[in-house]
């Protein structure tokens, strides 16, 4: 089955202790990028990546790092995570970055830092 | 600034209503639109997706229209059902956005019995 796998699905953790939630894809796109969802304000990209290799910063990149190692893979990182990026996190992935291509997301993971 | 919009933010219909959401965009520069369905803290589920050469789409009982000179997108559901209640997404990635979606706030649709 063409999905996009997230986890964990629920995480709490406390300020400053680093963590990653992971990402992976087996559809072979070479598009993936995440967002948070916040109530308010909707979906929003926080990193993004054309290929292996090729990472860039969406609109609210700060305090987030991402990678991009394997085509399939794309953790998303959180050295010092702080209260304010307590939010429901999505992954996605699309065959290319531009042009007519399909977007599937990840079933999200909802991050709680205390 | 290139934004999408969904109006009503909320809607609230009895089963078997025909309903229509409506989506719309600042530019027509768009490679595609695509709606999602979501539940209360899932994900987002595709229902459709438009290219932007395209007029509609069709997936059983939803229909979706682009309007790119307009600047709008609908989806239609036909005979609604309790379990269409969600919230439906529409999204867009603009030319030159590097791939982004830009999503609308979303609709919150409720079905009654």
């Known amino acids: 089955e063409a999905q996009v796998t997230q986890n964990p699905r629920y995480l709490i953790t406390v300020t400053g202790k680093k963590l990653t939630v992971t990402c992976s894809q087996n559809?072979?796109?070479?598009?993936m990028s995440w967002y948070r969802q916040d109530p308010g304000l909707g979906l929003r990209q926080i990193y993004y990546?054309?290929?292996?290799?090729?990472?860039d910063k969406g609109d609210v990149p700060e305090g987030y790092k991402v990678s991009r190692k394997e085509k399939r893979n794309f953790p998303l990182i959180l050295e010092s995570p702080s209260p304010n990026q307590t939010s429901l996190y999505f992954c996605?992935?699309?065959?290319f970055g531009v042009g007519n291509t399909e977007a599937f997301f990840g079933q999200g993971t909802r991050l709680t830092v205390v | 600034k290139q934004e999408v919009t969904q109006i009503p933010a909320a809607l609230s219909v009895p089963e078997g209503e025909n309903l229509v959401l409506n989506c719309s965009f600042t530019?027509?520069?768009?490679?595609?639109l695509q709606w999602f369905r979501q539940d209360p803290g899932k994900g987002l589920t595709s229902l459709l997706l438009?290219?932007?050469?395209?007029r509609e789409q069709t997936s059983g009982r939803l229909n979706a229209s682009l309007d790119k000179s307009s600047g709008r997108s609908t989806l239609y559901i036909a005979a609604s059902q309790p379990g269409d209640s969600a919230t439906y997404l529409c999204?867009?990635?603009?030319?030159?956005?590097?791939?982004?979606?830009?999503f609308g706030q979303g609709t919150e649709l409720s079905v009654k019995p």
């Open positions: 996605a992935s699309s065959l």
């Open positions: 530019d027509s520069a768009i490679y595609n």
């Open positions: 559809m072979n796109h070479e598009y």
């Open positions: 999204a867009a990635p603009f030319y030159n956005q590097g791939g982004k979606l830009i």
């Open positions: 438009i290219q932007s050469s395209q």
């Open positions: 990546s054309m290929n292996v290799e090729v990472t």
